[in-house]
């Protein structure tokens, strides 16, 4: 066979190809369906690799896009369908743009042997190895079990289609979209695989390309979602201040005491913590301390609005507390109701190491809850409060809140210096675009150590 016949044959081999469901779905993320694949032509067994490697563009940013093609062999991993994953992160790396993953297979070449569990082993190294020098998002629109659930979890944010499925098991314990949202697993749930592209779209937009780059910056005049009131809870206060339809809100049906997002304020990406209980359990605070700890490693600032009473887990706390005080980004509190002891140390204050902390006039900020301040600090007066009481409860009650209003008002905590400014909530925005201004340029020195444990 010439030169010019068989060249002929393998356009047309990759040409029935195209037609596949990995090329529909990258041609329905990239701009204008126009992409540069990589390794074409590499072979698996006695055909194509079982992975479309590419590199285009996603609303004129640059990314590198692999989709399994379960056209081939079901998509299942190969020591080829491998060696195209990791030339593909090379290659990120080298240029320092995001990686997007679709996933899309039935498992593995099991007759690759002892080849096949170097192939795992070598994307799962390469994946982490990767891990807070570029965005890594993972897409399942199909199956995606064993290892290949472990790589895909290992990513910054995962989407999942409702019709995907990701599992460590098979044989009928395979995960839905639904369980692995509730237990956190996945970030975003899209009911169908052009939901879940578009959601991509939506946070290569709003995440920098690297560790070292800036996040994108809109410089035209935004609009807000809302506007925040004393009325509203801490979350919806986050919330309403972010740019119009710019929230990407992220695990939203796990650990819901802490609801966390990305979003715009003014053009500036920021990542948004704001409680949603006055009881802060383990799974919310583990939560909000994996979102602090992926915006610290791209330099994102961390927005926290804060009204809650106390931690209910002591290990949750610890992380949250370590994450917080550990992220050198740009760090702004607001506390829209409560913040007492070590919920306003780890989130607000000192401990969280807050470049600037507002607070809502009807704020209230101490080192102790209500109840055990006022007895505390009322001593003997307390009991006497209470002496000959008919409805004990109730009078405790008025005790406390008396105590409450008179003593631990925000504007106390100001005078002592634990906040810095108390905002009107329809002033919160503006606040926020200046003090993120002021702190675009925020540099930290930190101690010569590989990483906090």
Do not use: W
Request: charged residues 25%; contains cysteine.
């Amino acid at each position: 066979m010439n030169i010019e016949s068989k060249m002929e044959q393998l356009m047309s081999e990759k040409e029935k190809l195209s037609s596949g469901k990995a090329y529909e779905r990258l041609a329905k993320l990239f701009d204008d369906g126009t992409f540069t694949e990589l390794d074409a032509f590499a072979k698996s067994a006695d055909g194509y690799a079982e992975v479309v490697a590419a590199h285009g563009f996603v609303r004129g940013l640059g990314v590198y896009v692999c989709a399994q093609n379960s056209d081939i062999a079901g998509g299942a991993m190969s020591k080829a369908q491998a060696a195209k994953i990791r030339k593909l992160y090379d290659l990120a790396l080298k240029t320092g743009e995001p990686v997007v993953v679709m996933y899309d297979s039935i498992g593995g070449r099991l007759n690759e042997g002892a080849e096949l569990l170097a192939s795992y082993g070598d994307v799962l190294k390469y994946s982490n190895n990767l891990s807070g020098v570029v965005p890594q998002i993972a897409v399942v629109l199909g199956k995606c079990f064993g290892t290949q659930a472990l790589i895909a979890s290992s990513a910054d944010i995962l989407i999942m289609s409702e019709q995907g499925a990701l599992s460590l098991h098979t044989g009928g314990n395979e995960a839905s979209a639904e369980e692995n949202a509730k237990h956190g697993v996945s970030h975003i749930t899209a009911k169908d695989e052009d939901e879940a592209i578009e959601q991509v779209k939506s946070l290569v937009e709003l995440l920098p390309s690297n560790n070292l780059a800036s996040a994108c910056i809109a410089y035209e005049s935004v609009e807000a979602q809302g506007t925040p009131s004393l009325n509203c809870s801490a979350a919806e206060a986050a919330f309403a201040v972010a740019d119009a339809d710019s929230l990407v809100e992220l695990q939203a049906a796990y650990g819901k005491g802490i609801r966390t997002a990305l979003a715009t304020v003014n053009g500036t990406t920021v990542g948004m913590v704001a409680t949603d209980d006055r009881a802060l359990d383990g799974k919310s605070c583990a939560k909000a301390a994996r979102f602090i700890r992926f915006c610290d490693a791209f330099s994102l600032p961390v927005i926290s609005f804060i009204d809650a009473e106390r931690f209910e887990c002591i290990k949750g706390a610890a992380k949250l507390t370590a994450a917080y005080a550990e992220a050198t980004s740009a760090k702004i509190s607001i506390v829209t109701g409560d913040a007492f002891g070590a919920v306003y140390i780890a989130a607000a204050g000192t401990g969280a190491a807050c470049d600037m902390t507002f607070a809502y006039p009807g704020a209230s900020v101490s080192a102790l809850t209500p109840e055990t301040e006022a007895v505390i600090m009322l001593g003997d007066d307390y009991g006497g409060k209470l002496k000959g009481s008919k409805d004990p409860k109730a009078d405790r009650a008025k005790v406390v809140a008396d105590y409450k209003d008179g003593n631990m008002t925000v504007f106390r905590a100001a005078a002592e210096g634990y906040v810095d400014d108390i905002i009107a909530p329809e002033d919160t925005r503006a606040k926020l675009a200046a003090a993120l201004d002021m702190l675009s340029n925020k540099r930290v020195s930190t101690l010569p150590k590989k990483h906090g444990v």
